[in-house]
């Protein structure tokens, strides 16, 4: 509690409730224990609230502290590490932290940019995007050798940022009908999926399938 | 110097990317190897040392090796904590790796595509790479010396590439990026930057670089370019 009467109430996340960027922001809030205002976007008609804080890209989340906003979700996650200090989500070697910082915008780039597409690619694409994932998958699950969490013994920053994974794909694979998470192939990513599941606050924040499914057909 | 401490750096001598973690190093005045890679020829150090990417730079330090330049340069800033390149403030710290992140996408990414392309996607870039550059200057306004504040920082090494190589591409890509007249601010702080003791003697020279890029915009604007962005 002292530690959110020193740095403020005011926490706003400016987000969608389908975007994983804005979950895993809001994962790392409730983690940490700081109380904060969702604002819903309607992305197709943004806000002048979305337009003020975020100028330069008009994309969220945004985090707004003190009045004063914060965008792209690594970086937030970053801040909140910074201003509250309890429960640290990066590790805090200097070496972990460059391989954390290392591997979250690839993994981003490869598996979260990548599977997004698949529901709406072309036949060409699809192969490509569906090689691509599996690449992905394949590195993360070379990660989790000896490990029980990407962060090790505990939920760390990799696997708040590889959370979505855990509820997205399963999404995609419905609405696609291809298959990412392969037991047989990758069984200790299998197994991370399968904990986090049932880890009680994450549990709280887990998303509707259902209604993440209808969002994507509804695109396609 | 105890073994424990070696720092190495593998790089490539026109990469603006390893130039960044040089001048990091230096302002923090740690020793380190320079190892020259031949990109076109990796040797099978750097392909053990950076497997994922297999590119320069890698910064070998107590013998674990890190890539990508904006994660070594927060390394460096971690593990030797004199003349700090990031902001304390977290919120400061938050806006300088935004605008980091910003300007490698749109100015640097911008300014290469043009560079390596020709006619409509040209003029795209390079209207991209301006835009973006006029953000820059809005936030140079006002500066009395560099994006760090009195001392070169983290988003000054970011952006440090542009007051050397921007030109260069700009002569080798017959096209202006930046008009001087209508970016004061950028090119004040480039004329400061240049002058800065530790960037000075660092860069590479520019008649070579001239013949480099001359090649390769050649050989890219043959084919579509994925990964290699030197």
Not at chain 1, 153 to 164: A, H, S
Not at chain 2, 47 to 54: A, C, F, G, I, S
Not at chain 2, 66 to 80: N, Q, R
Not at chain 2, 197 to 211: A, D, N, S, Y
Request: charged letters at 25%; proline letters at 5%; a neutral charge.
């Amino acid at each position: 509690m002292d530690q959110m009467a020193e740095h403020g109430q005011e926490v706003k996340l400016v987000g969608a409730w389908h975007s994983p960027y804005v979950h895993r922001v809001a994962w790392v809030l409730k983690l940490k224990g700081i109380a904060y205002e969702f604002v819903e976007e309607n992305l197709n008609k943004k806000s002048s609230l979305l337009l003020s804080c975020n100028p330069v890209y008009k994309k969220i989340p945004v985090l707004v502290h003190h009045g004063k906003p914060i965008v792209e979700s690594l970086f937030i996650i970053e801040y909140i590490d910074e201003t509250w200090k309890d429960n640290p989500i990066l590790p805090t070697d200097p070496y972990e932290k460059a391989m954390a910082r290392f591997w979250a915008p690839l993994i981003d780039e490869m598996l979260l940019e990548g599977s997004r597409k698949v529901p709406y690619a072309e036949e060409e694409q699809l192969e490509k995007q569906i090689q691509q994932v599996s690449e992905a998958m394949e590195v993360l699950e070379g990660m989790l050798k000896g490990k029980k969490f990407f962060g090790g013994e505990k939920i760390g920053f990799l696997d708040i940022t590889f959370r979505w994974m855990t509820i997205w794909l399963g999404a995609i694979e419905e609405v696609a009908g291809v298959k990412f998470f392969n037991s047989g192939k990758y069984p200790l990513l299998e197994d991370w999926k399968n904990k986090f599941i049932g880890f009680h606050v994450v549990k709280d924040n887990l998303y509707p399938m259902e209604k993440l499914v209808r969002f994507f057909k509804k695109y396609r | 110097m105890a073994a424990k401490e070696e720092v190495k750096l593998l790089g490539f001598w026109v990469s603006p990317f390893v130039l960044r973690v040089e001048w990091a190093l230096k302002i923090k005045g740690v020793k380190y190897e320079y190892i020259e890679e031949d990109i076109f020829n990796k040797s099978t150090l750097l392909t053990e040392l950076n497997p994922v990417h297999k590119k320069v730079p890698v910064l070998v330090h107590d013998g674990k090796a890190i890539g990508e330049s904006f994660v070594i340069l927060e390394y460096v800033d971690e593990t030797w904590k004199q003349n700090p390149l990031l902001p304390q403030d977290p919120y400061q710290r938050a806006m300088a790796r935004f605008w980091a992140k910003f300007a490698e996408e749109k100015i640097f990414e911008g300014a290469w595509t043009a560079l390596c392309s020709q006619g409509e996607q040209k003029q795209k870039a390079l209207q991209q790479t301006r835009e973006a550059m006029e953000k820059i200057e809005e936030q140079l306004q006002g500066k009395q010396q560099f994006f760090g504040g009195e001392s070169i920082g983290y988003l000054d090494i970011i952006l440090g590439w542009i007051s050397h190589y921007l030109t260069v591409w700009e002569e080798v890509g017959s096209m202006e990026i930046i008009d001087p007249a209508k970016f004061p601010a950028t090119m004040a702080w480039i004329n400061r930057f240049l002058k800065h003791p530790v960037i000075q003697g660092t860069l590479p020279p520019r008649e070579k670089m001239l013949v480099y890029f001359h090649q390769r915009s050649k050989e890219l604007g043959s084919t579509s370019h994925g990964w290699l962005r030197v």
